[in-house]
């Protein structure tokens, strides 16, 4: 009987620690999205000319474009894409909770968010700017901001620096771009602060009604984001960006988004290997 009883809680222990040295080696790096034979990418659906989702439920735009050639350069065509609609506050949490598989949204690459997620990238660099109505003429840049009601995003770089650098502004935040513009174009507000390339994707979209104004007050280097322990990724996505950089398909994706309002390809930006 002592015999039986030995043997069965041996055999309940090996099972065990099996288990045990199993989750540890999962838990020790081999979680990586290469060689996934699908993935989730988040993205934006309501910038024009970068990420946008259209009435047909087809996503468009240069970060779509990036997404799909990075996921080709890692195996996966575009069959085996399924986007996924992020909002700027949300990136990290469904990086970290596993709800994508990497992020391309305007994800601007910052020491802060570094602690939280890993970066690829960059693979384009925007400043921020300002839009507003058509007829403005008080709001000229950043500096003339002072009691006017400015709208930005919940949880992005350009709502922070508002907040930071300019707190005379009166900060109106939601979570997303497109109720932004909608309350400029509904004068709820005098001006919508984001990303320049932005902007401009919503001027062009609204001609006649909004223009941008002022110059560039800061420096914002798009990445990929990914999970934070996953380096091979990162490395994988580095060199699918630096491919698509060098043999064309980086100024081609430009041309038949934001390129189509005259606007030039920008030189790519030299990737950041940390």
């Known amino acids: ?26 838990s020790g790096g081999d979680n990586t999205l290469v060689g996934k034979k699908s993935l989730k990418i988040g993205v934006k659906e309501d910038q024009p000319g970068i990420g946008f989702k259209g009435p047909d439920g087809k996503y468009a735009g240069f970060d ?39 992020v391309v949204a305007s994800y601007t690459i910052n020491d802060d968010r570094k602690k939280k997620v890993a970066f690829a990238g960059p693979y384009y660099v925007a400043g921020q700017d300002l839009l507003v109505r058509q007829d403005e003429t008080t709001i000229t840049g950043a500096d003339s901001l002072a009691g006017k009601k400015v709208c930005s995003v919940s949880g992005s770089t350009p709502a922070k620096r508002i907040k ?11 979570d997303a771009y ?12 005098d001006a919508v602060s984001t990303d320049d390339i932005i902007l401009a994707g919503y001027a062009a979209q609204y001609a006649g009604q909004l223009k941008v104004v002022g ?19 990162r490395d ?39």
Do not use: H
């Open 64 to 102: 779509i474009e990036i997404a799909k050639m990075v996921a080709k350069e890692l195996g996966v065509d575009e069959g085996g894409i399924e986007f996924v609609t992020t909002v700027s506050a949300n990136r990290e949490p469904f990086l970290q909770q596993g709800k994508v598989d990497f």
């Open 215 to 233: 110059k560039p007050f800061s420096k914002e280097p798009y990445g990929i984001g990914l999970a934070k322990d996953d380096k091979k990724g």
């Open 164 to 174: 930071s650098d300019y707190p005379q502004a009166n900060l109106q935040e939601f």
């Open 236 to 274: 994988a996505i580095n060199d699918a960006l630096q491919k698509i950089y060098s043999d064309g398909r980086y100024k081609a994706a430009w041309d038949k988004t934001l390129g189509v309002g005259g606007t030039p390809a920008p030189t790519p930006p030299t990737l950041d290997r940390y």
């Open 178 to 189: 497109s109720k932004c513009v909608a309350a400029l174009i509904g004068k709820k507000v």
């Open 1 to 26: 009987m002592k015999l039986r009883r030995g043997v069965a809680v041996g055999a309940a222990l090996l099972i065990a620690l099996t288990m045990a040295a199993a989750c540890g080696k999962k």
